[in-house]
């Protein structure tokens, strides 16, 4: 990206929501046939939704599977598959049909140095960066949820009382004292160390790898002082429950980051993404927030259950 500093997170407004819905049969070049493959006019087997490794995609894989066999629509899950990078290669390659991802990061995959700012440019902005990125796979951008999940920078409250900590531009003045933990993409990607020190001049004492997605065992690496700032994505519920705080990010090193449902448009049909559509169109960062403590706190639930219930809830577990 030229300058991620640009980027201005945001909440999609009803003009985008139209925008989106615009976008909704948008393929990435090839032919976007429905019945070329499940949930389409005439179209057989069975729609396979993927997952990264963490648990709230799983949760929304689940919940996309879930409202698809309510539907009467084969479906089933591939969950943890791995990093961006190798889900969308399954998505590409048709081994996965479809996959909940996150705009912002999802753009920047695609395409490094977009411009896009608003949360609405971010979604228009897919289509063509997904057919330029990978232009022989026929990939679909669904409508994007009211639901946003960002990475955040979050501290102890004692870490931030010991360094005066309320932002990241407080972080970059005392970074050479911090560990850092994330995931082990969090080294090279742009909204990573490299834009932690473009935009804040932060270079760490020291980076450790976790790979759990801001989960238990980053959540305990904070807790003990082994690190002293962990990423751990705003809809994980361990934010409130141990009173952290999420320090503010006034150079949006962070970019808008609404659930959206990428697509194999050979193998998705037209009554399938009908269904992922009203999905998109009832999933809010507060359900996230609760699917999340259900699955990842004391309760300990099932991701398919969590789902199953989110499901019911909204009126879409079918009759």
């Known amino acids: 990206m030229k300058n991620l500093s640009a980027l201005h997170a945001g909440r999609l407004t009803l003009s985008g929501l139209a925008l989106t819905g615009l976008l909704a049969v948008t393929a990435c070049g090839g032919n976007s046939d429905p019945a070329a493959g499940p949930g389409g006019d005439g179209a057989g087997g069975s729609i396979v939704v993927g997952s990264a490794d963490f648990p709230e995609s799983q949760i929304i894989a689940e919940i996309y599977a879930g409202a698809l066999k309510a539907e009467g629509i084969d479906a089933g899950t591939k969950l943890n598959i791995g990093s961006r990078e190798i889900y969308m290669a399954a998505v590409e390659e048709g081994s996965v049909h479809v996959v909940p991802d996150y705009s912002g990061n999802l753009l920047l995959f695609a395409d490094p140095e977009a411009t896009a700012e608003s949360a609405e440019e971010i979604v228009a902005a897919l289509p063509e960066a997904l057919d330029a ?20 920078m979050v501290v102890t409250k004692e870490t931030a009382e010991k360094y005066g900590l309320k932002s990241m531009a407080d972080m970059g003045e005392v970074c050479g004292e911090l560990i850092i933990g994330a995931p ?70 962070w970019l808008a980051q609404q659930v959206v449902p990428v697509v194999n448009l050979d193998t998705v049909g037209e009554d399938a993404r009908a269904v992922l559509n009203e999905v998109s169109a009832e999933l809010t960062t507060e359900d996230l927030i609760n699917l999340n403590r259900q699955v990842s706190g004391d309760e300990k639930r099932n991701p398919s259950d969590a789902a199953a219930g989110w499901l019911e809830e909204k009126g879409l577990a079918g009759s």
Do not use: M, W
Not at 138 to 150: D, I
Not at 205 to 225: K, V
């Open 133 to 152: 990125r990978i232009p022989d796979a026929n990939l679909g951008v669904l409508e994007a949820s009211e639901a946003e999940n960002k990475d955040a």
């Open 184 to 253: 082990g993409t969090f080294r090279e990607r742009s909204y990573g160390l490299p834009g932690l020190k473009e935009r804040y001049g932060c270079e760490p004492a020291g980076f450790e790898a976790i790979n759990d997605g801001g989960g238990a065992i980053t959540l305990e690496a904070l807790l003990n002082d082994d690190i002293q700032v962990a990423d751990i994505f705003t809809t994980t519920p361990s934010i409130v429950d141990n009173d952290l705080v999420v320090l503010e990010d006034p150079k949006n090193n």
